[in-house]
T-cell receptor, first 114, second 114 residues
Framework: GAGVSQSPSNKVTEKGKDVELRCDPI?????LYWYRQRLGQGLEFLIY????????KSGLPSDRFSAERTGESVSTLTIQRTQQEDSAVYLC????????????FGNGTRLTVT | AQSVTQLGSHVSVSEGALVLLRCNYS??????LFWYVQYPNQGLQLLLK??????LVKGINGFEAEFKKSETSFHLTKPSAHMSDAAEYFC????????????FGTGTRLLVSP
């Protein structure tokens, strides 16, 4: 597609349930990033993929968070046993992966844990 | 380690007035610096980037930023604000080598009054 696509755009879930967030990057972009944006705060780095490998997953908050990428394309971010503090907008971005390549962001998935 | 500080979570200006959004960075290596804008209910868009070429960088919508190494600053300016400039602005820094892990500031919300 023309841009980075994320689904769903909104997700409301009950505490303790698992959720899966999807990101379709721009075709040909080798680098893919997940960020989290809590209300009133900046963007928090979660994980980075180069191809299907994740050389940096240092931002994942806990072992309840995991992500994978397949076919050097689609990525899913999974949150197990969701907690209220997981409520945030989860942003996906992709880039050509070069040092000064701009990141292209999707519109995000707004996750609300009740 | 790299970090970005944006002074002022909110900046209010009148239409036609100068816009100045402040960003100071910390980096142990020569940085790449970026400004992104997030309009209401939209994803982040790249406004401009500094990649060690010209220190004065021009971006979209009349914005520009100047890299000042001595002050470790990368402030964003626009001579005359327009109502459509109302948005959240994020400054970000990355290394100039290796993969591009952007570290974002907490953002500045620009309010433009008629």
């Amino acid at each position: 597609g023309a841009g980075v696509s994320q689904s769903p755009s909104n997700k409301v879930t009950e505490k303790g349930k698992d959720v899966e967030l999807r990101c379709d990057p721009i075709s040909g972009h080798t680098a893919l990033y997940w960020y989290r944006q809590r209300l009133g705060q900046g963007l928090e780095f979660l994980i980075y993929f180069q191809g299907n490998s994740a050389p940096d997953k240092s931002g994942l908050p806990s072992d309840r968070f995991s992500a994978e990428r397949t076919g050097e394309s689609v990525s899913t971010l999974t949150i197990q046993r969701t907690q209220q503090e997981d409520s945030a907008v989860y942003l996906c971005a992709s880039s050509l992966g070069l040092g000064n390549s701009p990141l292209h962001f999707g519109n995000g998935t707004r996750l609300t844990v009740t | 380690a790299q970090s970005v500080t944006q002074l002022g979570s909110h900046v209010s200006v009148s239409e036609g007035a100068l816009v100045l959004l402040r960003c100071n960075y910390s980096s142990s290596v020569p940085p790449y610096l970026f400004w992104y804008v997030q309009y209401p209910n939209q994803g982040l868009q790249l406004l401009l980037k500094y990649t060690s070429a010209a220190t004065l960088v021009k971006g979209i919508n009349g914005f520009e930023a100047e890299f000042k190494k001595s002050e470790t600053s990368f402030h964003l300016t626009k001579p005359s604000a327009h109502m459509s400039d109302a948005a959240e602005y994020f400054c970000a820094v990355s290394r100039n080598t290796g993969f591009q892990k952007l570290v974002f500031g907490t953002g500045t919300r620009l309010l433009v009054s008629p």
